[in-house]
């Protein structure tokens, strides 16, 4: 009877064209377009800029730092003020005092992380000018120190050697939308769920099972049994997206650089809360469209709040602690750990934890609103 239940609520999910829509091809096609929105956004390698420079100095260290960015294809300078987007103004005596500053205008409406990329880049090129004036000085007094001066290199890639863990690879945009459109779209089983749930209920489905000595319990979970496997086959088809078709959009294709067993372990967790609020969604709504209407505001303010619509990085503190609340911020920052931090089993345990708690309780609730329901006759 059991086994019959199961196959029952798998033919019901598979007839339904709509929801195998909402559960498969909408998380694909987001990750699709948000991969490659953001691509430039999670980049600073063809990032370029266009700058004018009043050199008020007008000394041979001036004129080596223009020729140097010149030949640096991130700089694009201009003749004229206005369609520059940084003013860079070297002041008089620039080479003589060496605390001199440089004074830079910014004239167009850029992000922070672009003006930290452009101060980053070309303070580049005022360290090596800076440095390759004081190896000049010091030549004729110490030629070996001098030697080993001019052989030092000023990049940023040289001077850090980053790491993620066990990994080189750094972050990517498909790295953070693969994530967030798993998670949105695991929730989406509130759709077919609840259509179940309310025309069950209304036909007396439900309680004739009840009847016949099937208990609440039973019938919770041989429906939930075909949602989990569900969940499970979504997170793997949602990254063979991140990882075959992104790709083919010009964009980096998803890295996983954690364990397999961490991506099982969140999937797990993540796919008990979906269910239990679904559940609890189906059992307590009055008709399919309520259902149907409560989870969907549901899963897009819980979406919202947790970091799948923006990312949590760029929120306002106050917004990031209030993204702790929401069952799909646990799971996000689990897959998140789990791709860009290499994270292990051990690693994301907590937000497994926290999933499969929520998850069990919003099952129990459902399990004791449905008795409730059933023998009520509601």
């Not at 922070?112 to 090596?128: C, D, Q």
């Amino acid at each position: 009877m059991f086994s019959a239940m199961i196959k029952k609520e798998l033919l019901l999910v598979l007839r339904d064209k709509h929801a195998l829509m909402a559960l498969f091809v909408m998380p694909a096609i987001f990750i699709l377009i948000m991969s490659v929105a953001m691509r430039d956004q999670f980049s600073v390698k063809n990032i370029e800029f266009t700058l004018f420079v009043k050199d008020l100095d007008n000394s041979a260290m001036s004129k080596e730092l223009l020729s140097s960015i010149k030949d640096d294809a991130t700089f694009h300078l201009t003749q004229t003020q206005k369609s520059a987007d940084f003013m860079l103004e070297i002041p008089k005596e620039y080479e003589k005092e060496s605390n001199a500053t440089l004074h830079l205008f910014i004239q167009s409406s850029l992000k922070e992380n672009e003006i930290k990329a452009f101060e980053s880049i070309f303070s580049e090129y005022i360290y090596k000018v800076r440095f390759g004036a004081i190896t000049e000085a010091i030549e004729p007094f110490a030629p070996d120190v001098a030697k080993q001066l001019s052989e030092f290199e000023f990049s940023v890639d040289k001077l850090y050697d980053v790491e993620y863990n066990n990994s080189k690879l750094l972050p990517n945009s498909t790295q953070q939308s693969v994530p967030a459109w798993i998670v949105f779209g695991m929730f989406f089983i509130i759709i077919p769920m609840s259509t179940i749930y309310v025309n069950e209920r209304k036909q007396n489905t439900l309680a004739r099972l009840n009847s016949m000595n099937i208990s609440v319990f039973s019938m919770t979970l041989s429906k939930s049994i075909p949602y989990f496997l569900i969940n499970q086959v979504q997170v793997w088809i949602m990254i063979a997206v991140g990882i075959f078709l992104v790709p083919l959009l010009d964009t980096p294709a998803l890295e996983i650089n954690g364990s397999i067993f961490a991506i099982l372990e969140i999937a797990v967790g993540l796919s008990l809360t979906a269910i239990g609020i679904s559940t609890l969604i189906a059992v307590s709504a009055s008709s399919s469209e309520q259902a149907t209407t409560i989870g969907g505001i549901s899963n897009i303010l819980l979406g919202a709040i947790g970091g799948v619509m923006v990312p949590k990085f760029i929120m306002p503190e106050s917004m990031q602690k209030l993204a702790e609340l929401s069952p799909m911020s646990w799971g996000l920052d689990g897959f998140l750990d789990i791709f860009l931090t290499s994270a292990d089993s051990s690693a994301v345990f907590e937000d497994f934890a926290k999933l499969a708690t929520f998850g069990l309780v919003s099952l129990t609730l459902s399990m004791i609103l449905l008795h409730f329901r059933i023998k009520k006759r509601l």
